[in-house]
């Protein structure tokens, strides 16, 4: 294969697991089908740990990654919660836009996922609710695909569940980002599902060293 197929190859697996990385988090772990997810450890790189469960009914794993970040949980939410700079450092993601915010702690956002030729590019809608505790913060991100009209030549996923779970630690925050969706894409599952991993390292990777400065 030559250096430019190379190159498309890299970038199609990239986008493939974007799609089932992007922001169709919804549910938290512990809330939904995830909550009997049977997690297999996946793969360890760069101080983030995955893991991998099959989810009844769906040809798609769902992973649950795991990191500490040297900082306390005040500054790693703020991150979070500024979606229009995802895409500075969450693997893949080309836009996020802000629809609506509802006081105190609700948001509804837009993510847009590239999506390599021949595919149109995807987009999920969802609802980001913050639920703050003295030993647990929570994110939960619901899809919500009926909330605004379809974005001409992009195509809206439907399904998707997912969390980040943030817990204080003497040396900065614990985060478990947990997710299963499915991107609505004609590809063998098992070609998604063999690269599951990578994305949700590369993303807390980002997040540790955007958080840590």
């Not at 836009?97 to 809608?125: C, G, H, S």
């Not at 992009?154 to 040396?171: D, F, H, N, Y």
């Amino acid at each position: 294969m030559t250096a430019v197929g190379l190159d498309w190859a890299m970038w199609m697996r990239r986008s493939l697991l974007s799609l089932l990385l992007v922001w169709v988090l919804p549910v938290s772990a512990g809330e939904g089908d995830l909550d009997q997810a049977i997690w297999e450890p996946a793969r360890e790189d760069r101080g983030v740990e995955v893991f991998t469960a099959d989810i009844p009914g769906s040809k798609f794993l769902a992973f649950q990654a795991t990191t500490v970040i040297a900082a306390p949980v005040a500054d790693v939410l703020a991150v979070l919660t500024e979606h229009p700079k995802y895409p500075g450092w969450y693997d893949n993601c080309a836009e996020v836009e802000l629809i609506e915010y509802q006081q105190p702690d609700t948001a509804f956002i837009r993510v847009v996922v590239k999506t390599p030729f021949p595919w149109a590019d995807r987009e999920a809608v969802n609802r980001v609710t913050v639920v703050e505790g003295e030993q647990l913060t929570r994110v939960v991100l619901a899809s919500e695909p009926n909330h605004i009209r379809l974005t001409p030549g992009l195509v809206r996923m439907q399904i998707a569940k997912g969390s980040w779970l943030l817990t204080p630690l003497p040396e900065g925050t614990k985060i478990v980002h947990t997710y299963h969706g499915d991107p609505m894409i004609r590809v063998p599952a098992w070609l998604v599902n063999r690269f599951v991993v990578d994305g949700p390292i590369n993303t807390l990777a980002n997040l540790r060293k955007r958080v840590e400065g």
